[in-house]
């Protein structure tokens, strides 16, 4: 599977941002996919996860009730949308994917193939 994001960019504290991650392989659709993210000086941190059918999501705390994760097995894409975003959001953002479909998986020595990153800066 390889894995492209993209819609990250600059924008105000309290804005919106929808990141994409658009996957090629017909078996994306079997995968789990997760969201990280790196903040500078930081580890890579889990953001968000889905189930490899979509009808689970997981969150940090740090971003749930403000971040949704959701995925379409048709157009091989999963999305991102960010909402109310604060500048502690601003870092790289990826998209990884793992083979166990379950998307709750919280290391990112878990997952199989990630995206290049996005970057995403809020201002305050």
């Known amino acids: 599977v390889q894995l492209q994001a993209s819609g990250g960019g600059l924008v105000q504290a309290g804005g919106s941002l929808r990141l994409s991650c658009a996957a090629s392989g017909r078996t994306f659709s079997y995968y789990g996919m997760g969201w990280f993210r790196q903040r500078p000086g930081k580890l890579r941190e889990f953001v968000a996860g889905?189930?490899?059918?979509?009808?689970?999501?997981y969150y940090a705390d740090s971003v749930k009730g403000r971040f949704s994760i959701s995925r379409d097995n048709v157009k091989n894409t999963v999305y991102l949308q960010m909402d109310s975003l604060k500048p502690e959001d601003t870092a790289v953002y990826y998209c990884?994917?793992?083979?166990?479909?379950?998307?709750?998986?919280?290391?990112?020595?878990?997952?199989?193939?990630w995206g290049q990153g996005t970057l995403v800066t809020v201002s305050s």
């Open positions: 889905i189930s490899w059918h979509g009808g689970s999501t």
């Open positions: 990884a994917a793992e083979k166990s479909g379950s998307g709750r998986l919280s290391g990112p020595g878990t997952y199989d193939y």
